[in-house]
Each structure stands twice: as C-alpha cells, then as structure tokens.
C-alpha cells in the first residue's frame, strides 16, 4: 500500500491480509511473508527510484504512532542524501517532489516486473 501522507516519496505500507495488531499475532507463515514481501518491495523501490537507504518500522500500539492500531504494518520509506529539509521543522510541511500518482506507476512496473502485481 501506498502511504496517504508519505514521509518522502515511495513511501509504502507492507501488511498482512489478516487483521492483526502484533507480531505475536501472525503465524510462522505469515510472519515469513510479511518479511519476504518486506524485503521484495525494498527491491522494487531499489529498482523504480533508486534511493540511497531505507528506513524500515513497525509502529505497534497507539503510543507508539500506529494509525492503525489494530492492523499491523511494516513503514519503508526510501531516503536520499539531503532529502529532509527545514520545511517540516519551519512550517510543519512536507516537500514530496513527485506526485503519488506518478510514483505508483512507477512502483507497479516494478512489482509487475517482479510478478507481484495486482488487479487493483
């Protein structure tokens, strides 16, 4: 999934498809595939926007900045060098130099690429 109010762009949510608001709530399966999902959507952004680093996360529990509390999802967000700036600080604003319509085209070439593609 596509973050709404990204932190930079390509900024994307990994979840699982069953409502779970912890780790411990997953099975070994679905552990296993939200980590190879994790790691194959890592790649596609590698491959579509060429950033030079990832910040990856888990936000569990409402004190700890989940929206969604009771559905768990892994945060990946690309970063360049110099991306952050003083707008968020200055004038509680974000700069996202791409609109997210042009980034999710670019993005599902790339998870089409990689045979992960979807009908929606």
């Keep these: 999934?596509?973050?709404r109010y990204p932190y930079a762009n390509g900024h994307?949510?990994?979840?699982p498809c069953r409502h779970v608001n912890d780790l411990e709530g997953l099975s070994e399966e679905?552990?296993?595939?939200l980590i190879l999902t994790t790691r194959d959507t890592i790649?596609?952004?590698?491959?579509?926007?060429s950033p030079e680093g990832f910040n990856v996360g888990i936000n569990l529990g409402k004190v700890a900045g989940a929206g969604y509390a009771d559905h768990l999802h892994?945060?990946?967000?690309?970063?360049?060098n110099g991306d952050?700036?003083?707008m968020p600080v200055i004038a509680d604003a974000k700069v996202i130099s791409e609109h997210l319509l042009a980034t999710y085209a670019k993005?599902?070439?790339?998870?089409?690429?990689?045979?992960?593609g979807s009908s929606g």
């Design 74 to 80: 892994v945060h990946i967000v690309p970063r360049w």
């Design 43 to 49: 790649r596609v952004l590698k491959d579509s926007l």
């Design 84 to 86: 952050h700036n003083f």
């Design 107 to 116: 993005l599902r070439d790339g998870f089409d690429r990689l045979g992960m």
């Design 1 to 3: 999934m596509m973050n």
């Design 12 to 15: 994307v949510l990994v979840s």
């Design 30 to 33: 679905e552990s296993k595939e």
